[in-house]
Each structure stands twice: as C-alpha cells, then as structure tokens.
C-alpha cells in the first residue's frame, strides 16, 4: 500500500492520478491533496479519498473549503510551507508533483531532501532547477519517476538497468515526439491574430491553459528538452524533436544498431501515471486499447523555427545551460499568462522571452534561493516589457 501526496490534484494530472489510484483502492491511500484555488473539486475529492489533509492558496480558500468538508475529518492548511510539509511528512511514501510552473519548485525539491519516490509532472522542477535538483535527488536515495508521457515513453524504452550513460547502453540519440500543437498549419501572416480562445483547445490532449499555449507555440517541447537532459543525462547535440501530429507514437530512443524503439498509446495521461504508480507491476490506468486499424497514419515532420521561435530559444538556453533555463522558464510563464488575459498578440510570447534572454548572462545558481531571487526578478522584467508591448500596441491602433 502506497500513501501518497498529490500536489496540483485539482488539475488535469492530479485528477488523472486520482482516477488511477480510485481502480485500485487496495494499493493506494491519500494523505494530502493540494489544490491551489478550486475549492469545490477539491471538497468533493477529499469526500471520495478521505483525505487527511487538504492544502489551499491562502487562509481564505481555507475558510471557503471547511463549510464543503462537513463532518469530514480532514485538516485544511494553506500556503507554501504546507505543501513542504504534506510532502515531506514521514507517513508519505509518493509524492505526485504536478503543481504547474515554478510554484512547485520548493515543496518537489522538499520531497527529494526527504527521499520520498516523486512522480515528477512539473516541468519547471527540473527546468529551473534540473542540476540542483538531481543531486539531492541522488545524495538523499529519492527515486525520480517521469510523468511527462515523453519521458515515460523514454523511460518505458531504455535499457531496465539504464545507468546515465548513453554511450554505455549504446544510445546515440534521444527523440521527443510533438503534436505541433494546435497551429500547425495555420498560415503564419495569421499567427499574430491567434486568439487566447483558440490556443488552449489542443487537438489531441486535454490539458491545462497555460500547457496547451505552450503546446502551440512549443515552448512545452523546449522545456522537455531540458527535462530529458536532466532525467537521462543526456547530452543536449543527442536529444532530437519531431513532430508527430497524430499524438500516438510518445517518444523513442535510437539506438547504436540502428533500431528506435518507441512507446505508443492513445493520449491519455493515465497511462503514464499508471506505468510509474504499479512499478515494477503493469496496472489497468482505465485508457482503452489502442487500436491501429483505426489510424490512418503515422506522420512526421521536422519543426520549423520560423513558426515554432520558443523552440529555438529552448535550445538556445538549454545549450548556454547555468540559469539560462530559469529565465526561460521565467519570462514564458509571465508572457503566457499576459497572452490568456488578452494583453499581448500570441506572437509576442517569443517576443518577451527572447527579450529576457538576451539581458541576462547566465551564471551558475546553487540554491534554491538564489533561484527562486532570479526567477522573481525576470518576472519582473517581463511584466514590464510585456506591459510596453501592450502599450505599442494600443498606440498602433
């Protein structure tokens, strides 16, 4: 029996995770859940898990859940050092990471400091943080396992005995598959005009806001570039994109003989969060079969820069390493988040990454709090940057 903590389990890869474990109450309990602000959807999972804690935002929220909790016996609390504490509590033995952007950075790497086994679904943990956050990983036994359906795919296919070494296990290269998003085709004198609307329905996944406009501008590939290089160690001339548009095949690993061999499923992220929960076991995730004389076909592409530029500047940061990618991540989260209020054109989410990027010289940052000091002051400057893109704007029309 795994008694788990699922931070982010009012968004889509917490309910996912909680359906998983609802098909198999004999091997898993809840401890805590933690959502941010829907304290509705969160009353009502504390209801179905008899949750012994429950994490919101701030005292407010709190106020708003306990009436929804009735007689229920679970404990409300709020704010960061709550997430710390939910994670790291010695009854816990998991810890599902899937709080969205650098607000899940403190309480993952707490998780790694206590060496609990951390389902990893926040991109920016490692992102912003990958090198720290690996060595503690290692020095205190935590055990890492990918949620991403990329890097699950990846790991479904390496080597079992996978020591770090690409070289070793003879792997020249690592390939993330990417759906292109929902703009593939779309002409690019039409790009500027996408609307807030329009970006967040993905055409395969059924994901959060600000991960389906990161799926369409590919900035979400870019950051798992920088994922798998942490995660695998890989270097970053080995890790390749292509765009798969049909979302079926989830990543591969080619290999020194010349075979690739891929991992392939419908889209539906149970199925990785089943692959990393049942470990070593395979367990029913609820995803149904996948079944190919229903797939017309199988198509791949090369991305194009010219429609993808958060691509390049991924790689771009990726290779210049140090804090470049905290700056990334940074300037994108506060450019997205501009875009979906309708202050910015879809385009300029480049724009103002592309700005930080080129203030800021990258350096070597070994703290948390260094880290986090870096990513409050590029906010920062992104927030006023993207305001003047606003401001041209207004003065254009």
């Known amino acids: 029996m795994q008694t788990l903590t699922i931070l982010g389990s009012t968004g889509s890869i917490g309910v996912s995770t909680l359906d998983v474990m609802a098909r198999h109450p004999d091997k898993f309990s809840v401890f805590a859940l933690a959502g941010h602000s829907q304290v509705d959807k969160l ?9 012994r804690y429950a994490v919101v935002a701030d005292e407010q929220r709190a106020q708003a859940l306990r009436p929804l909790l009735g007689s229920l016996k679970t404990e409300i609390l709020f704010g960061e050092q709550a997430l710390i504490d939910v994670a790291t509590a010695s009854e816990v033995t998991g810890v599902m990471c899937a709080i ?25 943990t490692l992102v912003v943080s990958g090198s720290l956050f690996m060595e503690t990983a290692r ?31 003879g792997i020249n290269a690592i390939i993330l598959t990417a759906s292109g998003g929902s703009f593939l085709h779309t002409d690019l004198a039409d790009l500027p005009h996408i609307t807030p609307a329009q970006a967040v329905k993905h055409p395969n996944w059924s994901m959060g806001q600000k991960i389906s406009v990161d799926s369409s501008t590919m900035m979400n590939k870019g950051l798992e570039l920088i994922e798998a290089h942490w995660l695998f160690n890989c270097p970053p001339e080995q890790l390749e994109v292509v765009i798969h548009p049909q979302s ?22 149970r199925t990785p969060i089943a692959y990393c929960l049942g470990l070593p076991e395979r367990i029913d995730s609820g995803v149904g079969a996948l079944d190919f004389s229903k797939i017309a076909a199988l198509t791949f592409q090369e991305p194009d ?23 990334l991540n940074a300037a994108n989260e506060v450019a997205v988040a501009a875009f979906l209020r309708g202050q910015i054109r879809f385009t300029d989410i480049a724009r103002v990454v592309e700005h930080s990027l080129a203030k800021h010289v990258s350096g070597s940052l070994n703290s948390i709090d260094d880290l986090l000091a870096l990513d409050k002051q590029i906010r920062a400057e992104a927030e006023q940057f993207s305001g003047s893109l606003k401001s041209l704007q207004n003065t254009k029309l």
């Open 248 to 269: 079926i095949i989830h990543s591969m690993v080619r290999y020194a003989d010349g075979s690739v061999l891929a991992q392939m499923g419908l889209p539906d992220m």
């Open 139 to 169: 020095q205190h036994g935590a055990k890492v396992l990918p949620i991403d359906s990329e890097h699950n795919a990846i790991f479904q296919v390496l080597p079992q005995n996978y020591s770090g070494s690409l070289k070793k296990h």
């Open 100 to 124: 969205v952007g650098a607000a899940g950075l403190p309480s993952a790497l707490a998780a790694a400091q206590s060496g609990k086994t951390i389902y990893l679904a926040n991109k920016e």
């Open 43 to 51: 009353a009502e999972q504390c209801h179905q898990f008899q949750s």
């Open 305 to 327: 820069f010219a429609r993808y530029p958060c691509l390049k500047l991924a790689y771009d940061a990726m290779y210049a390493g140090g804090s470049a990618p905290c700056v």
